[in-house]
């Protein structure tokens, strides 16, 4: 669960594909607190970045093999993009994003100049990187932006350009996401 943030100078619609050739900035931790919450284990983190604070509590349940990343932002930047990524330990050729009415997969190479072009790609509630035997799902629901190259599992959490509208993601914020490690392929792991 790195976060990380970019410089972002493109607009509403459009992520420069150049985002990463700087070395993004980083959230400062403030407080951390463990505890338990009935069947879970949580770990709750304070952070801040210039004017923004983000708390999230990260709970792990004796009933699910899902870590889950409740978070709370107040975002007040501008022209940045707060990501978070995880590196797993599986490579898979193509990972698979669900989309309306079902899946599709895509490289996770960039092999061919289309490749190249989809540095993120959209995705509903989950995307999926697995080999034959064993796989990790990212889930989360209300995020759309994915980028998956080779075993990094990458997802778009907030973003400050300033057209066409003037505050974009500026505002408080409440969203989950999880990752989720799974016997088999994304079929066999859903």
Known sequence: NRLSVYSDKGDCWDIPITYR???????????ANAYLDGTSAVMEQKY?????????KIRLSATSARVDFETNVDWNESFKMLRTSFDVDVMGE?????????????????NTTWDMAKFEVCG????????????????????????IKGSEMDLNLLR????????????QHSFTYSIYPHAGDEAEGQ
């Open 94 to 110: 193509d990972a698979s994003y669900e989309i309306q009415f079902g899946n599709i997969k895509r490289s996770t190479t960039d």
């Open 160 to 171: 400050s350009p300033k057209y066409p509208g003037k505050h974009a993601d500026i505002a």
């Open 48 to 56: 801040t970045y210039h004017n923004s604070t983000l708390t999230q």
């Open 21 to 31: 050739d700087k070395a993004p900035e980083a959230f400062t931790l403030v407080e």
């Open 124 to 147: 509903n509630k989950w995307a999926d990187l697995s080999d034959h035997n064993y796989g990790v799902a990212l889930l989360n629901d209300c995020k759309y932006g994915y980028r």
